[in-house]
Antibody
Framework: EVQLLESGGGFVQPGGSLRLSCAASGFTFSSYAMHWVRQAPGKGLEWVSTISNSGDSTYYADSVRGRFTISRDNSDNTLYLQLNSLRAEDTAVYYC???????????????????WGQGTLVTVSS | EIVMTQSPATLSVSPGERATLSCRASQSIRSNLAWYHQKPGQAPRLLIYGASTRATGVPARFSGFASGTEFTLTISSLQSEDFAVYYCQQYDNWPLTFGGGTKVEIK
């Protein structure tokens, strides 16, 4: 069973930093691209960032590029999101999700978010 | 950036009835379209990918269709657990983008 467990959310002042983690199990983590998606209170879904299975390629939404950094540790099956220079508009539940591999083992970086964690809440406020 | 437009914003349907949700892409995304649903207080769940392929464990009452840049999700006979918010997403181009969502509520 695929399990994704986010942690690291909390309350932070504008300009502050947080590091989110996502512990993965139940699938071959090193084969899958991984994603972060966020949802502001009462709002829709917003894709934030994607990292390739090897970690060599990363992609960001314009709203977070230069402030957030995605990374992964394939030896520990853990995904990270470093959030710097936080703003009030970054307040959201942050979800991690895995990408997609075919039954033949072809894996895609630019892909769906297949399985999702339960999310971790980040609140940015003074 | 590809803009995804969903309609209607809210759909009121009685249990057992058919529901049809629409999603339009601002440019071609081929078949790189996914549908998710989200119940209150829960994480989203993947329903459909490749515009028409049901994800593992998704009931057959959910079906997806594509025609150019127009996509539809049909729920053939709404069950109580289907009342939720539905999002479409394109994954053809960076940045990945979601539609604004359609809330399916009990009539």
């Amino acid at each position: 069973e695929v399990q994704l467990l986010e942690s690291g959310g909390g309350f932070v002042q504008p300009g502050g930093s947080l590091r989110l983690s996502c512990a993965a199990s139940g699938f071959t983590f090193s084969s899958y691209a991984m994603h972060w998606v966020r949802q502001a209170p009462g709002k829709g879904l917003e894709w934030v960032s994607t990292i390739s299975n090897s970690g060599d390629s990363t992609y960001y939404a314009d709203s977070v590029r230069g402030r957030f950094t995605i990374s992964r540790d394939n030896s520990d099956n853990t995904l990270y999101l470093q959030l710097n220079s936080l703003r009030a508009e970054d307040t959201a539940v942050y979800y991690c999700a895995n990408g997609y591999c075919t039954t033949n083992g072809v894996c895609y970086t630019k892909s769906i978010q297949h399985y999702w964690g339960q999310g971790t809440l980040v609140t940015v406020s003074s | 950036e590809i803009v995804m437009t969903q309609s209607p914003a809210t759909l009121s349907v009685s249990p057992g009835e058919r529901a049809t949700l629409s999603c339009r892409a601002s440019q071609s995304i081929r078949s790189n379209l996914a549908w998710y649903h989200q119940k209150p207080g829960q994480a989203p769940r993947l329903l459909i990918y490749g515009a028409s392929t049901r994800a593992t464990g998704v009931p057959a009452r959910f079906s997806g269709f594509a025609s150019g840049t127009e996509f539809t999700l049909t729920i053939s006979s709404l069950q109580s657990e289907d009342f939720a918010v539905y999002y479409c997403q394109q994954y053809d181009n960076w940045p990945l983008t979601f539609g604004g969502g359609t809330k399916v509520e009990i009539k």
